[in-house]
RNA sequence: CGGGGCGUAGCGCAGCCUGGUAGCGCAUCUGCUUUGGGAGCAGAGGGCCGGGGGUUCGAAUCCCUCCGCCCCGACCA
């Protein structure tokens, strides 16, 4: 039992003036954390028994399929060089020198230390499949700290990696980590979704995100509630209502019309009388590459959509293999397309035969491909073609999925809705494939004596995140309410006036009543008004309370539930019991 | 890295434009009263006004510069 009168809880009754998102001013004050520089936090009492509770959770569910390491933060730059990723990791790692000049990293991702010890350890197929995970620090210089607790530069993540011989070895690796996931989640009270994703710098093939809802989200996800299908922006598809075409006028041939001023996709409808999806939208861009030895290349890339459509830049990326992107200059326009902004066009550009072949590389959105007679820029100021029929007016180097899906648009399994909402990710598991173990030299013998590259497969959770996006699920003006498998306590017995000597022994037994059944209580019993001691307690996030009052004469106490405040009269004596009948089974 | 904002007591803020030696609310400490939704009265403590430089008789206030933090964007396993 801890007494409140003894604890660190500094409660804030203002809220700070940095804080924007709900969790972010609940924990400041609750009295869960405090900052000591951008995207620094350090964790007091309450917070850190929190993140306990998480750690827990996360611990026991991953035991059942892995085995916890400790790996060092600090890593020699030599096992990221070899990776790639030295160079790769940009200015998001956080590196430093030693006394003898040599480079170090602060670990943002274990992958190259986890293959180094399989590298060095595992020889035969019959060690394999090992899976193996951390509970650690790890630090990114962010380009931007921000949304308080949920982009930072230094966090706790569950980190796990698997090593299977084959890719079937690796598909059993993922479903575990997904089974345990879902446990993990559900035990710590989140309400999530589990998601496609874009398996990004990181390399490999599947990839799925857990996410949870809420404004402050980066994310955004669509998902459709009828069939349960649900993807991230990044991959998101959808099935497109049929549209009609315009009826070709004159000859049917491309027409070029006079449009002075019509710049903007929203004018050009008007001014032809059509809507923007009759309107092919171009929009112009230097995609960025990185070679072998880290140089960078920039190839000219034009992306031809619906006019209402817009681009998905990193779908983009993912389809050029590019690292980095930005639109065209004017000048640059000027050289791939002799027309300006407004005015871009796909007629009489000369595509690339293959991607990155050095010429412009001409991208055209999926739905574009079958329609007919739309109406484009002609790469000439004030001047648009009309009777625009792609494929025939005008060829590509490829046709692909470059655009973001809208809400309302079809499911692309079902055909429903779509809803599109903002989410914050709590875990992503994906399957890494052969990048590190190939290029750090891990190798096993197979049951044919032959030397075989082992596969990976790489999971994260996010421990505060997890705390966050509870705090961001569950508040109000007041304050906030955890789930119980991850509050802080159980239950806060708030004693509504210490020098009332009867309240005061009626909470202590009724506080020991419930540690004896198991609860973790808090005892406020700090010579405070009863008003200060309810506002508090709402405040820090305990999912029950129990009143220590008048009542106390007729030898009841009150049971109050933060989330609903809904309160009930109880025997003092069945306080546990009584307890145990509201709170769910952990 | 681009754009914007802010930095004055523990927290929230005013003062700055128009220079004259720092103030309000909450919190803290002491005493008395009070005790079911952030109490009342009386008293007290607490400030290199983010740092450095400059202008001036005099700078929180004007100028230069650096630092930090927040927001938008870029960015982001």
């Known amino acids: 039992m801890h007494r409140w009168s003894k604890l660190f809880v500094p409660t804030l009754r203002e809220v700070p003036s940095d804080a924007e998102v709900a969790s972010h001013k609940f924990l400041l004050r609750a009295g869960y954390v405090r900052q000591l520089g951008a995207g620094i936090y ?92 951390q509970i650690q620090t790890k630090f990114r210089d962010e380009p931007r700290p921000k949304s308080g607790l949920l982009r930072v530069r230094q966090f706790l993540m569950k980190d796990s990696y698997s090593f299977d011989i084959d890719a079937a070895g690796l598909d059993r690796s993922f479903d575990l980590h997904d089974q345990v996931y879902r446990k993990i989640f559900t035990r710590c009270g989140l309400s999530f979704v589990a998601v496609e994703a874009d398996s990004g710098a990181m390399g490999g093939s599947q990839s799925q995100e857990f996410m949870v809802y809420t404004e402050a989200g980066e994310d955004l996800i669509a998902s459709c509630a009828c069939c349960g299908y649900a993807a991230n922006m990044e991959k998101a598809v ?147 073609f009309r009777n625009v029929t792609p494929g025939r007016d005008f060829s590509w180097t490829i046709a692909a999925d470059i655009r973001n899906v809208a809400e309302g648009e079809g499911c692309p399994t079902c055909g429903a809705p779509l809803k599109v909402a903002k989410a914050v990710e709590v875990g992503h598991i994906f399957k890494l494939g052969y990048k590190y173990t190939e290029s750090m030299g891990a190798r096993v013998l197979d049951p044919n004596g032959k030397e075989v590259t082992p596969i990976m497969g790489s999971y994260g959770i996010g421990i505060e995140r997890i705390l966050t996006a509870a705090i961001e699920q569950g508040n109000d003006p007041n304050g906030f309410w955890l789930p119980p498998s991850i509050a802080p306590f159980d239950v806060v017995v708030t004693i509504t006036n210490v020098s009332d000597a009867a309240l005061l ?54 049971l109050v539930r933060r989330a609903s405040a809904a309160s009930e009269d109880v025997e003092m004596a069945g306080i546990a019991l009584a307890l145990s009948n509201a709170a769910l089974p952990a």
């Open 505 to 558: 022994a009626a909470g202590e037994k009724v506080a020991a009543d419930l540690e004896a059944a198991g609860f973790d209580v808090l005892l406020d019993d700090r010579n405070e008004r009863a008003g200060v001691k309810f506002k508090d307690a709402d405040l820090i996030g305990i999912p029950y309370r129990v009143n220590i009052g008048k009542k106390v004469a007729e030898g009841k106490v009150e």
């Open 42 to 133: 350090s964790y007091l009492f309450l917070g850190q028994r929190s993140v306990n509770k998480i750690i827990a959770i996360v611990r026991e569910e991953m035991d059942l399929i892995g085995q916890e390491f400790l790996l060092p933060a600090l890593n020699p730059a030599e096992i990221w060089q070899e990776s790639g990723r030295w160079t790769g990791m940009g200015q998001n790692m956080f590196r430093l020198q030693d006394r003898k000049g040599a480079w170090l990293a602060l670990g943002m991702t274990h992958e190259e230390v986890m293959t180094d010890i399989a590298r060095k350890e595992l020889r035969s197929y019959k060690q394999l499949p090992q899976i193996w995970y």
């Open 238 to 384: 959808s099935r497109l209502a049929p549209l009609q075409d315009l009826a070709p006028t004159g000859d049917g041939q491309p027409e070029l019309v006079f449009t002075p001023g019509k710049g903007a996709i929203a004018d050009v409808a008007e001014f032809f009388h059509i809507s923007p999806a009759q309107d092919v939208k171009t929009v112009a861009y230097m995609v960025e590459t990185k070679s072998a030895k880290g140089e960078s290349v920039w190839h000219p890339v034009a992306a031809f959509l619906r006019g209402d459509h817009f681009v998905n830049e990193t779908k983009l990326l993912g389809l050029l293999g590019g690292s980095d992107l930005r639109t065209m200059q004017a000048e640059e326009l000027e050289t791939w397309f002799r027309g300006p902004a407004g005015y871009l066009g796909p007629i009489g550009l000369a595509p690339a035969a293959s991607l990155l072949d050095g010429k412009l590389n001409v991208i055209v959105d999926a739905a574009l491909e079958g329609r007919t007679n739309m109406v484009c820029g002609a790469n000439k100021l004030d001047y648009h």
